[in-house]
């Protein structure tokens, strides 16, 4: 079973930055994504984007470009979140997934099937 543990949540201010990070472990040879969701206090759980651990394609989801960045770390295991510019909608419980399955877009939650526990980001205005 491939765990995931995220880190890097906290309490900000709007305008500040946070950087997740997510750390694989187990068998993470089988996996081909890996994606940030959030969901934020009465919504569904949103995709904010992946990456391939493959090939390092970036699949979109509801991230702002140039505020959101996704990246990883291939030999630390590590997904990242940089996240810029925060405004207080994006507060949300953010997690992180993985899954072992392939697709032509990753924004369903079914399609991933490891989860970490989530890291909470508060963004006061």
């Known amino acids: 079973q491939v765990q995931l543990v995220e880190s890097g949540g906290g309490l900000v201010q709007a305008g500040d930055s946070l950087r997740l990070s997510c750390v694989a472990s187990?068998?993470?040879?089988?996996?081909?994504?890996m994606a940030w969701f959030r969901q934020a206090p009465g919504l569904n759980r949103r995709f904010v984007g992946g990456?391939?651990?493959?090939?390092?394609?970036?699949y979109g989801g509801e991230s702002v470009p140039g505020r959101f960045i996704i990246s990883r770390d291939n030999a630390k295991n590590t997904l990242f979140l940089q996240m810029n510019n925060l405004r207080p909608e994006d507060t949300a419980d953010y997690y992180c997934?993985?899954?072992?399955?392939?697709?032509?877009?990753?924004?369903?939650?079914?399609?991933?099937?490891?989860w970490g526990q989530g890291t909470q980001v508060t963004v006061s205005s």
């Open positions: 997934a993985a899954t072992t399955y392939w697709s032509e877009s990753y924004s369903d939650e079914e399609l991933f099937n490891y």
């Open positions: 187990g068998p993470t040879y089988t996996l081909r994504v």
């Open positions: 990456i391939s651990v493959i090939d390092d394609t970036v």
